[in-house]
T-cell receptor
């Protein structure tokens, strides 16, 4: 049973460019959340998607946007990249009503902005 | 807004002894609290959770305690094993919006 898969695993971009990260949730999960984890910090909530709509959003600027497809997979887009966007980006999936069972996380995409 | 705090960046214990990891939160509306374990180059792995209406939940060697009046929760690992060495994140959920602490690195020495 495949868990959460993210692609690519590593990415290097130039400041000002745009990037798209991809996530396939665990089978049976329909809710996808995205997190940014800077070095030495805990994951920071970016947003959550359910039924192809953004359901909740953390304290991130509009440069961060996302999308969920009918098959529940999701994309995270970041425009006008800044050096401070360099981080590990984690995707997590869950069944909608099972927060008590936690989220299943992917291994992340390491984004480096130069 | 640091709503979930783990004030100890690291903890070292001897194999077989108890490990106690602590976490404080500020928002009394959180409905679920969770602990995750993270190994290098992997995403966090769910360990155990507790509803805000309970004060204790146990799963094998892992027990989570919740003190709502103090806005504090802790994870007890008994007995600790070298394989438990990892970074542990505390998280709190408000209707599915999960906020994480900065993590505590646990080292269990043989």
């Amino acid at each position: 049973d495949a868990g959460v898969t993210q692609s690519p695993t590593h990415l290097i971009k130039t400041r000002g460019q745009q990037v798209t990260l991809r996530c396939s949730p665990k089978s049976g999960h329909d809710t996808v959340s995205w997190y940014q984890q800077a070095l030495g910090q805990g994951p920071q909530f970016i947003f959550q998607y359910y039924e192809e709509e953004e359901r909740q959003r953390g304290n991130f600027p509009d440069r961060f946007s996302g999308h969920q497809f009918p098959n529940y997979s999701s994309e995270l887009n970041v425009n006008a990249l800044l050096l401070g966007d360099s981080a590990l980006y984690l995707c997590a999936s869950s069944p909608t009503t099972s927060i008590g069972y936690g989220y299943t996380f992917g291994s992340g995409t390491r984004l480096t902005v130069v | 807004d640091q709503q979930v705090k783990q004030n100890s960046p690291s903890l070292s214990v001897q194999e077989g002894r108890i490990s106690i990891l602590n976490c404080d939160y500020t928002n009394s509306m959180f409905d679920y609290f969770l602990w995750y374990k993270k190994y290098p180059a992997e995403g966090p792995t769910f360990l155990i959770s507790i509803s805000s209406i309970k004060d204790k939940n146990e799963d094998g060697r892992f027990t989570v305690f919740l003190n709502k009046s103090a806005k504090h929760l802790s994870l007890h690992i008994v007995p600790s094993q070298p394989g438990d060495s990892a970074v542990y994140f505390c998280a709190a959920s408000l209707f599915g919006d999960m906020r994480f602490g900065a993590g505590t690195r646990l080292t269990v020495k043989p």
